[in-house]
């Protein structure tokens, strides 16, 4: 059993040495432990940072591509490097690497296929009153997207199992901890949390760079994972508020219709025709969307048998190979 720890860093050159040193060498259940590093076109020395403290794998974008194309990058390399399981941390020092045995346990124990750090939002001195609440906002309605319990759908600080981890695609560049969890829960994979313990802060957040921006990315994000994981919902909503509309202003006219006075409610009768039109539209739509979101399903599974298919073995001539 190999566990491989992996790290997205974007200028951490000042926080990355702390982060490594606190991170085990060993943990029981695993045959090796081994570290990755995946520097997301840094400008700063955390390319040499991370060879100097002895980081196992380093890969390297050109250019920086957004902590979730950081993350995915990490997860396809570690499957590459034969992970049996995958722990993800951030660069920053925040969650305390003594938890890590508690991370992973639930997946040695056949348990879960991934499994989520929570943080103690509550008793987290520097997170705003603000802060917290949108953490739980957010949390419930990953809660409700993804059909999980997981508290803290925000924290990077998680294990999974390489099996699961091959499922996991990330279409948002903002930042992988609410999509991967909605796509657990699509898949139908075994997701639970454990508590985690944090350090103090070695620097400002830069996914928070602000409460309105990080509202506004938020916003988007859950959009767009509303539109790519439960697309007929979300269509279908809007379809029949618009069709609702335009139905309840056609009633109203023919009321006032019935009673004489329609000429006067023309304007009713346009809109309600604009309204149900739309809905109408809308919820073709949502059909279509539907399919796609099949086809798109379909193409993920074919994905994840050639990835099995890469590293299977076979017997040709009594002698064992790779295929």
């Known amino acids: 059993m190999k566990l491989i720890?992996?790290?997205?860093c974007y200028n951490e050159a000042e926080t990355l040495p702390l982060t490594l040193s606190a991170l085990p060498t060993s943990v029981e259940g695993f045959d090796s432990v081994e570290w990755l590093v995946i520097d997301d076109g840094s400008t700063d020395n955390t390319f040499r940072t991370a060879q100097e403290s002895g980081v196992h794998h380093i890969v390297r974008h050109t250019r920086n591509q957004g902590l979730a194309r950081a993350f995915m990058t990490g997860i396809r390399e570690c499957i590459r490097l034969g992970a049996d399981v995958i722990v993800n941390t951030d660069a920053d020092n925040q969650y305390d690497a003594r938890d890590i045995l508690s991370l992973v346990d639930p997946i040695l124990n056949g348990r879960a296929d991934m499994v989520v750090g929570?943080?103690?939002?509550?008793q987290i001195r520097h997170f705003s009153p603000l802060k917290k609440m949108l953490q739980k906002t957010?949390?419930?309605?990953?809660?409700?997207?993804?059909?999980?319990?997981v508290p803290d759908a925000a924290s990077g600080f998680r294990a999974i199992r390489a099996d699961a981890a091959r499922q996991?695609?990330?279409?948002n560049s903002y930042t992988y901890t609410?999509?991967?969890?909605?796509?657990?829960?699509?898949?139908?994979?075994a997701v639970t949390s454990v508590p985690v313990r944090t350090n103090q802060p070695l620097r400002p957040s830069r996914l928070v760079k602000s409460i309105p921006y990080y509202l506004l990315r938020s916003?988007?994000?859950?959009?767009r994972i509303s539109v790519v994981y439960q697309p007929f919902l979300f269509f279908a909503s809007i379809g029949a508020v618009l069709f609702g509309a335009g139905f309840l202003l056609g009633l109203r006219f023919l009321y006032f219709f019935w009673m004489g006075a329609g000429s006067g409610h023309v304007q009713s009768l346009i809109l309600a025709s604009v309204l149900l039109g739309m809905g109408f539209q809308t919820i073709l739509i949502a059909f279509i969307a539907d399919l796609q979101a099949s086809n798109r399903k379909l193409l993920e599974d074919i994905r994840y048998d050639l990835g099995k298919d890469n590293g299977r073995k076979i017997v040709l001539d009594g002698k064992e190979k790779v295929k």
């Open 178 to 189: 609410l999509e991967t969890l909605i796509q657990a829960g699509q898949k139908n994979m």
């Open 5 to 8: 720890i992996q790290i997205p």
């Open 168 to 171: 996991i695609s990330v279409f």
């Open 118 to 122: 929570a943080r103690p939002i509550d």
């Open 138 to 149: 957010g949390s419930w309605f990953v809660r409700i997207m993804s059909r999980t319990d």
């Open 219 to 223: 916003l988007i994000t859950i959009i």
